[in-house]
């Protein structure tokens, strides 16, 4: 049976994630250091929560996950 409610979670986390990365890219072509190591601290933070709450998923498949872009994310 699917929890609804933590899957839909779980995107989200990931949807965050990835407009983080697409953040970084942007601080990092405004050539803005600090925000870049802050936005990077911050996506780490969400991905250790995924990964703590789906333990089941290996870094590999959080990385495709991750890299797996829809529109600017």
């Given at each position: 049976?699917?929890?609804?409610?933590s899957h839909e979670r779980h995107c989200e986390i990931l949807a965050l994630?990835?407009?983080?990365q697409y953040a970084g890219q942007i601080a990092s072509g405004?050539?803005?250091p600090q925000a870049v190591f802050l936005i990077k601290e911050a996506q780490d933070a969400l991905l250790s929560v995924l990964k703590t709450e789906r333990a089941a998923?290996?870094?590999?498949h959080l990385g495709g996950l991750?890299?797996?872009t829809h529109g600017h994310c």
């Open positions: 049976m699917i929890d609804f409610e994630v990835k407009m983080m405004l050539d803005t998923l290996s870094n590999a991750v890299s797996d």
